[in-house]
T-cell receptor, first 109, second 116 residues
Framework: GQQVMQIPQYQHVQEGEDFTTYCNSSTTLSNIQWYKQRPGGHPVFLIQLVKSGEVKKQKRLTFQFGEAKKNSSLHITATQTTDVGTYFCAGSNDYKLSFGAGTTVTVRA | SAVISQKPSRDICQRGTSLTIQCQVD?????MFWYRQQPGQSLTLIAT?????????ESGFVIDKFPISRPNLTFSTLTVSNMSPEDSSIYLC?????????????FGPGTRLTVL
């Protein structure tokens, strides 16, 4: 079945620095979605990428979908303490989502 | 998007008992999903629940252990049967919304289950 790999598992960031989390699928995806889960919370939808090579921005967050629609990345600039949480990518084929393992982000003030 | 609620929000149960988790959506949706998230882990899809048909279970999950009901387009239940400590997890329902030209899932707040 479809597998989605996500790295790194943990990201310790100094406040103000940038970081990137990467997602790779074993199969071509129809779309990829990104979610953020705060400690003790539930996954909250951030964005969906559908088109090959698509790039979307949300303030300090930049999301990319690879040309082959098998990989994606989330880049956060000028990290803030509000960015703490676990970021999941989820690959979609048909209607089902396969979640990556998540990148848990901690921020040093 | 939609407002999704789950009951109970958390429970502590004894081994061998069963717990039914409810998921309520404030609008009609075709597809609802049940996930399990074990401590510190990612989300694993248990089953897809469509109104008017039997739930479709993922590999490793069976109806006898996780019976699901979907009586209408705004409600679903998941029962965790004959519980063991290994069933301690967060159970989340989600709904599928068609936005623009593709589907997006939105999650309920989850039910945190501890089995002693």
């Amino acid at each position: 079945g479809q597998q989605v790999m996500q790295i790194p598992q943990y990201q310790h960031v100094q406040e103000g620095e940038d970081f990137t989390t990467y997602c790779n699928s074993s199969t071509t995806l129809s779309n990829i979605q990104w979610y953020k889960q705060r400690p003790g919370g539930h996954p909250v939808f951030l964005i969906q990428l559908v088109k090959s090579g698509e790039v979307k921005k949300q303030k300090r967050l930049t999301f990319q979908f690879g040309e082959a629609k098998k990989n994606s990345s989330l880049h956060i600039t000028a990290t803030q303490t509000t960015d703490v949480g676990t970021y999941f990518c989820a690959g979609s084929n048909d209607y089902k989502l396969s979640f990556g393992a998540g990148t848990t982000v901690t921020v040093r003030a | 998007s939609a407002v999704i609620s789950q009951k109970p929000s958390r429970d502590i149960c004894q081994r061998g008992t069963s717990l039914t988790i409810q998921c309520q959506v404030d609008s009609q949706v075709t597809m609802m999903f049940w996930y399990r998230q074990q401590p510190g882990q990612s989300l694993t899809l248990i089953a897809t629940a469509n109104q008017g048909s039997e739930a479709t279970y993922e590999s490793g999950f069976v109806i006898d252990k996780f019976p699901i009901s979907r009586p209408n387009l705004t409600f679903s239940t998941l029962t965790v049967s004959n519980m063991s400590p290994e069933d301690s997890s967060i159970y989340l329902c989600s709904v599928d919304f068609y936005q623009g030209y593709t589907d997006t899932q939105y999650f309920g707040p989850g039910t945190r289950l501890t089995v002693l």
